[in-house]
């Protein structure tokens, strides 16, 4: 069904700003209290949920 009224600009691209890019979300590491991206294992100690996921190496 067609639409019975023309939907002016500004309507529009209101409507599509919504639609943006929005930006990750940033957590602290229980572990080691290294911020995060949300849902990830932390890059630093390598835990995940409480658990250690990956073998992280120590550099000096």
């Known amino acids: 069904m067609p639409p019975k009224k023309k939907h002016s600009k ?3 691209r209101n409507k599509n700003a919504n639609a943006g890019i929005k930006a990750p ?3 602290q590491c229980k572990q080691c209290n290294a911020y ?3 849902h990830r294992a932390c890059s630093e100690c ?10 992280v190496e120590q550099s000096e």
């Open 25 to 27: 979300s940033i957590a």
């Open 10 to 12: 500004r309507r529009q």
């Open 46 to 55: 390598g835990y995940y949920n409480g658990r250690q996921v990956t073998s």
């Open 36 to 38: 995060i991206q949300g």
